[in-house]
């Protein structure tokens, strides 16, 4: 069983950066790849990055596009996002999770997902 842990959210302005962290443990060997998604109130899930454990590939949102760094240290097990010029919009709680397996079909679903964390609150004000 995998765990993750998010951590790094927070209240920032428009134009700010911040950084958001992901720790995982136990059956990391397991891992295809991680990701990062958000959810803002009174909407669904959605896809925001997502990289292979061990090649390193990178898929990103369009909305994130050219903002949004995520990287990752498999050595550490640790996944990080890198986010810049932050927009209202990405208000949201960004959960990091864990996948054994995806596709290039597959990789911005949520159930391809399997290992979630708790989430982590980022709100940036106009």
């Known amino acids: 069983q995998v765990q993750v842990v998010e951590s790094g959210g927070g209240l920032v302005q428009t134009g700010d950066s911040l950084r958001l962290s992901c720790s995982a443990s136990?059956?990391?060997?397991?891992?295809?790849?991680m990701g990062w998604f958000r959810q803002a109130p009174g909407k669904e899930r959605e896809f925001v990055s997502t990289i292979t454990w061990f090649g390193g590939v990178t898929y990103y949102a369009d909305s994130v596009k050219g903002r949004f760094t995520i990287s990752r240290d498999n050595i550490k097990n640790t996944l990080d996002l890198q986010m810049n010029n932050l927009r209202p919009e990405d208000t949201a709680v960004y959960y990091c999770?864990?996948?054994?397996?995806?596709?290039?079909?597959?990789?911005?679903?949520?159930?391809?997902?399997?290992?979630w964390g708790q989430g982590t609150q980022v709100t940036v004000s106009s």
């Open positions: 999770a864990a996948s054994t397996y995806y596709t290039e079909r597959t990789y911005s679903s949520p159930p391809t997902y399997h290992y």
């Open positions: 136990g059956g990391t060997s397991r891992i295809y790849g």
